[in-house]
């Protein structure tokens, strides 16, 4: 692994189906990132972890949830799919929280 | 409120300069960030201003203002692969990211 990737790459979901979306680095980053883009708006954050053990809420983190149980992974987790969470979700790190962040590749959600 | 403003599209001319403009109103500030965006591709970090002025980076250049709460990109000698989505973001008293929309360019030969 070099970077940070996600899993899946795209994924269709039927409504009320509960999905994982996984992130994973190998950079020994403290700070991790969950967003979601859309078209026509900005980035939007989801969850965070400034470090492991630690997360907290973003902007629009209705509806998801996430653990950070060590350094490299931070899951997101839809326990219950909606259409309108259809998106694009990004996951990125950081060294710290004022840090550049870097981002994984995307994974394309779509709930049916 | 937040609010960031960008340009939704520009077009420009292969070779030419293009200045790219961002203004912000936000809850604290602790610094300003560039990210470039191809379709279908992640963000990638371009640039980071903190301090007013000029930073100056190959062909890429980021100004910022605090005052004013402006900030602009500066792309030198257009490339085709410029073609793309350029992104402001404010880290802010939170040192959360808030994001602006992003301003599409396009390069025509």
């Known amino acids: 692994i070099a970077g940070i990737t996600q899993a899946p790459t795209s994924q269709i979901l039927a409504a009320g189906r509960r999905m994982t979306l996984r992130c994973t680095q190998d950079m020994r980053h403290n700070a991790m990132y969950w967003y979601r883009q859309d078209l026509g708006l900005g980035l939007r954050l989801i969850h965070y972890?400034?470090?492991?053990?630690?997360?907290g809420k973003g902007e629009v983190p209705d509806g998801y949830s996430v653990s950070r149980a060590n350094t490299d992974d931070f899951p997101l987790t839809l326990a219950s799919a909606v259409p309108s969470q259809t998106s694009v979700y990004f996951c990125?790190?950081?060294?710290?929280?004022?840090?550049?962040?870097?981002f994984g590749p995307g994974t394309r959600l779509t709930v049916l | 409120g937040q609010n960031i403003d960008q340009p939704t599209e520009m077009t420009a001319t292969e070779g030419a300069i293009v200045q790219i403009n961002c203004t912000y109103q936000t809850s604290g500030f602790n610094g300003l960030f560039w990210y470039q965006q191809h379709a279908g591709e992640a963000p990638t970090f371009l640039s980071y201003?903190?301090l007013d002025g000029l930073e100056e980076k190959g062909r890429f250049s980021s100004f910022l203002s605090r005052s004013k709460g402006y900030s602009y990109l500066l792309l030198k000698e257009l490339q085709m692969k410029d073609s793309a989505s350029y992104l402001c973001?404010?880290?802010?008293?939170?040192?959360?990211?808030?994001w602006g929309a992003g301003t599409k360019l396009i390069i025509k030969p």
């Open positions: 972890s400034n470090t492991a053990g630690t997360t």
């Open positions: 973001a404010i880290l802010d008293s939170n040192y959360q990211l808030i």
């Open positions: 990125a790190s950081a060294s710290g929280s004022t840090d550049t962040q870097y």
């Open positions: 201003n903190v």
